[in-house]
């Protein structure tokens, strides 16, 4: 049978209808992947009641004005102790109950955490909760986003959870850490000395690398399946969230005081927000430039997970394994025991060997399969070259004078192009006189063997390659033409991985190419059937899922 080589008319159909999906896809996420409108001060509560229940981010923002001025207060300065004062009244209004300040002395400065408890709710015995931030700026800028917003966010979510103490079954703490970004200071010292710490409290952290966007709730604790199951859920929309983000944090610099509350054995969720990343640590972070979304979505995150755990006394006691989890574009939370990764892969791997293996082996197609899965093997490495050549070209000039920039955001979205053009090109040139079956064939099983590798080694990662095996095994059993399947597969893959490019791209920045890149060339894996031959007939005289339907039907006669 004879094969057209090169770009024909249905390839370069399939290539263009993904890749304007992918377009349209990433248009809805900047649109979806916001913090919810803000609720003023008047719509929360338009008689001035402030029993009313409603996060309200005028209120926090309000908070946040009086108790924080708008220059930087780092710890040990006038400036911060001042802000301690000014947030102790606050919360003495409120009806906490603070502790005496424990200043600590260091060898640079003295500095001092917050601590408040309400009187009323120290007899229920259930471990407790706590609300926690910090309150301290770096010496670079006021820290509106990092972490102002994040306290004020914190103490209103406190007042309106605890304004109605009958409804609790555990006590709530305020926990706003001291020297924070002095190196985890505050929270290394609190949870050396502290009694609180002794009973190992749930904790909700929040902090920030920006002053825009919405929260990501991006770690937890060991053995976090039973808080997952109960709670991830509950996150206000959009849920942002999933297993991998705690892997690439871990391979971060950066640190918050959660580190040393999960050290300490407390169990927890960290939140944090990531866009805006251009004022972090600098004079533009200020309350003008806050987001008033962002400050909305700390605080319903704050308040509607805290009256999850807050109003039972079920401490999430199951520490016996870790769950497997990720959002679906914002609107729900995936989870799994991650437990279940190993045999879910080896069913994949023992599928993907019947359908794609034996027609494979019937054929000898040996040389093209060679060359598909060699393929598949330059994609990473070269993805890995391409952005660290790409980045360290920008880096100092007038495109990338720092890490983050005002237009990182276009900057991010122009590498990703180049890494799709790179890839395209390389998959057309080892592709194109392959015939697309062979091709599908070959790919999606070499795809079930590394999917199941993944899996043992960074299991975080592997629902970004099983779930895309899963839609392709479906549509070999349910269609003939390559070029839908392709489509199809492609299409519902870019669901996951275009979020994920996204928040990679804020969280890392442009000046971090050789991270990006492999993670963009993600996306043109499936579609790497596209870029085989199309036979000159519409006859297929072996497909892989007529070997299916024929295997099938022989075990049924």
Not at 23 to 29: S, T
Not at 376 to 390: D, K, N, Y
Request: proline share 6%.
């Amino acid at each position: 049978m004879h094969y057209r080589s090169g770009m024909n008319r249905a390839n370069s159909l399939t290539i263009a209808i993904i890749f304007l999906f992918c377009a349209g896809l990433e248009v809805c996420v900047c649109f979806l992947f916001q913090g919810p409108a803000p609720v003023s001060i008047l719509e929360s509560n338009p008689n001035g009641d402030l029993r009313n229940v409603g996060f309200s981010a005028g209120r926090a923002i309000e908070i946040h004005r009086r108790v924080f001025p708008d220059a930087p207060h780092p710890a040990g300065s006038p400036e911060n102790a001042d802000v301690r004062l000014r947030i102790v009244e606050l919360l003495e209004e409120h009806g906490w109950q603070v502790e005496p300040p424990s200043s600590v002395a260091t060898d640079e400065f003295i500095h001092g955490n917050i601590v408040a408890f309400r009187p009323d709710q120290q007899t229920l015995t259930a471990k407790p909760l706590v609300l926690a931030s910090h309150f301290d700026s770096c010496v670079f800028g006021p820290g509106a986003g990092d972490a102002g917003g994040c306290v004020a966010a914190v103490i209103e979510a406190g007042r309106l959870l605890t304004k109605d103490t009958s409804t609790l079954r555990r006590p709530v703490w305020l926990v706003l850490t001291d020297a924070e970004e002095a190196g985890l200071v505050g929270a290394r010292e609190l949870v050396k000395s502290h009694p609180l710490s002794q009973q190992h409290p749930i904790v909700l952290n929040f902090d920030a690398r920006g002053n825009a966007g919405p929260v990501c709730m991006f770690e937890t604790h060991a053995g976090n399946h039973e808080a997952i199951r109960r709670l991830v859920n509950k996150l206000p929309r959009p849920r942002l969230t999933g297993s991998l983000f705690t892997t690439v944090y871990k391979a971060l610099p950066n640190g918050t005081d959660f580190t040393e509350f999960r050290s300490a054995g407390w169990q927890g969720f960290n939140f944090a927000l990531i866009d805006g990343a251009r004022n972090y640590h600098r004079p533009e972070d200020t309350l003008e430039n806050l987001d008033a979304r962002s400050v909305q979505h700390l605080g319903e995150a704050a308040l509607t997970v805290a009256q999850a755990i807050a109003t039972t006394d079920d401490d999430f006691n199951d520490h016996s394994q870790d769950a497997l989890f990720f959002d679906v574009l914002g609107g729900y939370v995936i989870h799994m025991p991650i437990s279940w990764n190993f045999p879910i892969r080896f069913a994949l791997l023992f599928a993907a060997v019947q359908v794609y293996g034996r027609p494979l082996v019937r054929r000898r197609h040996v040389w093209p399969v060679v060359r598909v899965w060699l393929t598949m093997a330059m994609i990473l490495p070269m993805a890995c070259a391409l952005g660290w050549l790409v980045s360290r070209s920008i880096i100092g000039t007038s495109l990338l004078s720092r890490p983050f920039v005002a237009h990182g955001h276009w900057l991010s979205l122009g590498m990703w192009f180049i890494c799709l053009a790179a890839c395209c090109m390389l998959a057309y040139g080892m592709l194109r006189r392959i015939n697309q079956q062979c091709l599908w064939d070959a790919f999606w099983l070499a795809h079930a063997a590394t999917c199941m590798v993944v899996s043992i080694f960074l299991p975080e990662f592997s629902y970004l390659l099983s779930v895309p095996a899963m839609f392709a095994l479906v549509t070999t059993l349910l269609l003939r033409s390559i070029p839908a399947r392709t489509r199809i597969v492609a299409c519902l893959s870019a669901v996951l991985l275009i979020p994920l490019d996204h928040l990679i791209s804020i969280a890392l920045g442009p000046a971090n190419g050789m991270l990006l890149f492999p993670v963009y060339s993600l996306l043109i894996m499936p579609m790497l059937p596209a870029f085989g031959s199309l036979p000159g007939s519409d006859s297929e005289s072996c497909t892989s899922s007529c070997g299916v339907r024929k295997m099938m039907s022989g075990l049924a006669s």
